[in-house]
Nanobody, 128 residues
Framework: QVQLVESGGGLVQAGGSLRLPCVASGRTFSSYVMGWFRQAPGKEREFVAAISWSGGSTYYADSVKGRFTISRDNAKNTVYLQMNSLKPEDTAVYYC?????????????????????WGQGTQVTVSE
């Protein structure tokens, strides 16, 4: 099993940047597919980005493509979400998630229901 802790959220103006780290505990972190999801008030949790075990493959939601970058440092048991050119519609609670699937990518990569482990979430607020 793995435990996840996100941080780095806060208040930022539109056009600004934030970097969210997610620190994982667990010896087998490097074997997990890692994802970022977000949930805005009154909305369903939605996929943001995912990264393969090695970090060689990444996938992004269309809404963040070109603005957000997911990366991981397995030596530090950490995955990052770099968010640039932030927009007010990016305001949400951001969650880090882990999936121990041996297949990447697959259709479940984009579905929050397929991830077994979740962090507590960190609030990102983007002002006008």
């Amino acid at each position: 099993q793995v435990q996840l802790v996100e941080s780095g959220g806060g208040l930022v103006q539109a056009g600004g940047s934030l970097r969210l780290p997610c620190v994982a505990s667990g010896r087998t972190f490097s074997s997990y597919v890692m994802g970022w999801f977000r949930q805005a008030p009154g909305k369903e949790r939605e996929f943001v980005a995912a990264i393969s075990w090695s970090g060689g493959s990444t996938y992004y939601a269309d809404s963040v493509k070109g603005r957000f970058t997911i990366s991981r440092d397995n030596a530090k048991n950490t995955v990052y979400l770099q968010m640039n050119s932030l927009k007010p519609e990016d305001t949400a609670v951001y969650y880090c998630a882990a999936d121990d699937t041996e297949v990447f990518p697959y259709s479940g990569t984009y579905l929050y229901t397929k991830y077994e482990y979740w962090g507590q979430g960190t609030q990102v607020t983007v002002s006008e």
